[in-house]
């Protein structure tokens, strides 16, 4: 886990829980390959055709993120902005 503020690829948000845009570039690469797996998925799923198995991958892509967030972001808590 990292330790320094600069350690962290996606930043707390100023207000509200969760993180931020990325702050290094590692984050910004994991941004990217989220979103051309998700157009991945839309080309290949075709969620109008297959809304189930396009529901259930981009859940997993996006739990994926979030798991990433967590494991190379600051710590999520709720804030107020004074921090």
Excluded at 42 to 71: D, G, Q
Excluded at 72 to 79: A, F, N, S, T, V
Aim: hydrophobic content about 50%; charged content about 15%.
């Amino acid at each position: 886990m990292p330790t320094h503020s600069n350690d962290y690829w996606f930043p707390a948000k100023r207000y509200g829980w969760g993180w931020g845009l990325p702050s290094r570039w590692q984050g910004w690469v994991v941004i990217a390959i989220y979103a051309v797996l998700l157009a991945a998925g839309i080309a290949v799923l075709r969620p109008h055709a297959e809304p189930v198995s396009f529901v259930l991958y981009t859940l997993a892509l996006s739990l994926l993120l979030v798991l990433v967030c967590w494991w190379k972001g600051e710590p999520p808590r709720w804030r107020w902005g004074g921090d």
